[in-house]
């Protein structure tokens, strides 16, 4: 048995499986500073005997297993979480941890068991409370000097609209996030009609990133997750936009191939998360 923990910025998903898509059992629970959160997290888990721990986070945070600091949130990126060791934290559920960051773990998932499948180069861009992007080569996620902050990339901003980001404020997640549309319309996401222009709006900023993304890595396939793309008429219009930005300057197939929606639906984060126990 085998245990994840998808730790998000408004959420945490936890399960216990058999492997990544025999769940036996899940909860979701609202993350909230880690002085309530951890200890709940805890609690799930100590009714069941794993093998190994699978945690996907947000972050930034140091992913060097070889490291004392591995698994140190080093930037307050979400309120009260800078300098939690979530490795430290986390062994008292099991000393066995695998941690990567959440939109890294998303992308194993969708990688090994839904639309990234046979990608020589895969990315997952998950658009939510931020928005942040896991690159596979080969299966492996592609960190540098240290993991990719594609969320934090800088973006045409043609109205100069302030941005939301708490650390560089009109980045790609300061202008795209669902904060940003809340910020920017005067309500949630969720409330906004499917005619709204906001939506237009929206597509554009998100085009923007992906064409980033395209120039610098050229993937086989870009999965569009998280709570904002469950807006699913925003796919077409990225398409069309990243079409018309993008002027055939390389061949993009067809483009509906390129850009998709996740198999595994809502689910990805937590399967990739189970599968790093692995």
Not at 72 to 78: A, D, F, P
Not at 254 to 273: K, M, R, T, Y
């Amino acid at each position: 048995m085998i245990g994840g923990i998808e730790l998000g910025g408004t959420k945490c998903v936890l399960a216990v499986a058999n492997n990544p898509l025999d769940i036996i059992e899940k909860r979701i629970i609202p993350t909230k500073d880690p002085y309530s959160t951890i200890p709940e997290i805890v609690s799930f888990f100590s009714n069941f005997n794993i093998s190994k721990l699978g945690v996907g986070s947000f972050g930034p945070l140091v992913l060097n297993s070889a490291s004392a600091d591995y698994g140190l949130l080093i930037t307050e990126s979400k309120k009260n979480w800078k300098g939690t060791n979530l490795v430290k934290e986390f062994s008292k559920i099991n000393e066995e941890i695998a941690i990567d960051t959440d939109v890294n773990a998303a992308a194993l998932g969708e990688y090994h068991y839904g639309a990234g499948q046979s990608s020589e180069t895969f990315v997952y861009v998950t658009v939510g409370t931020g928005i942040g992007a896991g690159v596979l080569v080969k299966g492996e996620p592609h960190i540098g000097n240290f993991h990719l902050e594609i969320g934090h990339m800088l973006i045409p901003n043609v109205d100069n609209f302030r941005g939301v980001c708490r650390i560089h404020g009109n980045c790609f997640e300061g202008l795209a996030s669902g904060p940003a549309i809340q910020a920017r319309w005067g309500v949630e996401a969720s409330e906004l009609s499917i005619n709204h222009e906001a939506w237009k709006k929206e597509a554009q900023l998100l085009s923007f990133g992906i064409v980033n993304i395209i120039s610098n890595h050229s993937p086989d396939k870009i999965v569009l997750g998280g709570g904002v793309m469950n807006q699913k008429h925003l796919f077409e219009l990225i398409r069309l936009n990243v079409e018309d930005i993008w002027k055939g300057y390389t061949p993009l197939g067809n483009i509906s191939n390129l850009i998709l929606e996740p198999a595994l639906g809502n689910n990805s984060g937590i399967v990739g998360s189970l599968s790093l126990a692995l």
